[in-house]
């Protein structure tokens, strides 16, 4: 079975430019989650998604923005790019169809880097 | 919210000895508790986890405890191969009242150095 694959790996980007990263969960997954990861903060937790509806949404602010297709592949925007937004940006997929915590399963992560 | 500490943040071992990682918790709710290992550039890989109603799980070389009263779990590897080198995270989730949701919690990561 295919692992959950990320798009692009690496981008670069300017401040006050957006960028949109893709996230393709494991087959028969249906709910995705994002996290950033930085050296300082460590991995923090963006949103989850499940069945095309965010069901939980972290402490960001809302220049961060995600959304689930009907296949469940999901995609995250961040809109007006600022210098701290540089990480490493990890999706992870879950069954997670109850109420129970779920495995959730990570891909390689998109190194985003704003300039 | 829930708060997730992590010890020690760096760990150099002897090939073949053991390696242990300590977490502790806020959220007295939580109820999962998995934990990653992450080589470089790549995403972290689930290696073992263990819910609240079991006090210790093992899968071949690695083992991991919850002590639910004092708040703290532990990872433990034995017999430590160079292969073993990796950052190491802790994590906590719960079950959710809502609508099913539920999020991971990390501690700051264990960098784990076998020396050969």
């Known amino acids: 079975k295919a692992g959950v694959t990320q798009t692009p790996r690496y981008l670069i980007k300017t401040r006050g430019q957006q960028v949109t990263l893709s996230c393709s969960p494991i087959s028969g997954h249906r709910s995705v989650s994002w996290y950033q990861q930085t050296p300082g903060q460590g991995l923090q937790f963006l949103f989850e998604?499940?069945?095309?509806?965010?069901?939980n949404k972290g402490n960001f602010p809302g220049r961060f923005s995600g959304r689930q297709f009907s296949n469940s592949r999901s995609e995250m925007n961040v809109s007006t790019l600022e210098l701290g937004d540089s990480a490493l940006y990890l999706c992870a997929s879950s069954l997670a169809y109850d109420r129970e915590p779920y495995e959730q399963y990570f891909g390689p992560g998109t190194r985003l880097t704003v300039t | 919210g829930e708060n997730v500490e992590q010890h020690p943040s760096t760990l150099s071992v002897q090939e073949g000895d053991s390696a242990v990682i300590k977490c502790t918790y806020s959220d007295s709710a939580s109820n999962y508790f998995p934990w990653y290992k992450q080589e470089l550039g790549k995403g972290p890989q689930l290696i073992i986890d263990?819910?609240?109603?079991?006090g210790e799980k093992k899968d071949q070389r690695i083992a991991v405890t919850l002590n639910k009263t004092a708040k703290h779990f532990s990872l433990h590897i034995t017999e430590t191969q160079p292969e073993d080198s990796a950052v190491y995270f802790c994590a906590a989730s719960k079950t959710t009242s809502g609508a099913g949701s539920y999020q991971l919690t990390f501690g700051k990561g264990t960098k784990l150095s076998v020396i050969p």
């Open positions: 998604y499940f069945s095309e509806t965010q069901r």
């Open positions: 263990i819910r609240s109603n079991v």
